[in-house]
């Protein structure tokens, strides 16, 4: 089954966000999806924007790129801090982190 027959989704869109309260500054999501995330100077991970700058605001979401799809999944997957929330746009539905049904 492939990470998107998984999630419910075909090429559905779905953003990603990080809970800061709930990091633990391990760095998984940055080995698995360097494109997507980035660790900051207070030693807690954020998720980059559109022109790859982070995105540091409370709640902050970006897009999931399709071919990282499955790298961003597993690290919400693997995430000790499970701050990693991956989640359908049109209807907000966590498929990927602690909130995923």
Same mark, same amino acid.
């Given at each position: 089954?492939? #990470? ?11 953003? #990603? ?35 790859? !700058? ?6 902050? @979401? @970006?897009?999931? %790129?399709?071919?990282?799809? @499955? ?6 997957? !693997?995430? %000790?801090? !499970? ?5 359908? #746009?049109?209807?907000? @539905? !966590? ?7």
């Amino acid at each position: 089954m492939s #990470v998107q027959q998984e999630a419910g989704v075909d090429i559905e869109a779905l953003e #990603v966000w990080i809970d800061q309260d709930l990091c633990t500054g391990d760095g998984i999501c940055v080995q698995y999806a360097p494109e997507v995330f980035e660790l900051d100077i207070d030693g807690l991970a954020y998720v980059r924007g559109a022109e790859d !700058e982070l995105l540091q605001d409370k709640g902050a @979401t @970006t897009p999931v %790129p399709l071919p990282l799809l @499955t790298d961003v999944a597993d690290s919400a997957k !693997e995430c %000790p801090g !499970e701050c990693i929330h991956v989640r359908r #746009v049109s209807d907000r @539905t !966590e498929v990927y982190g602690p909130d995923a049904e």
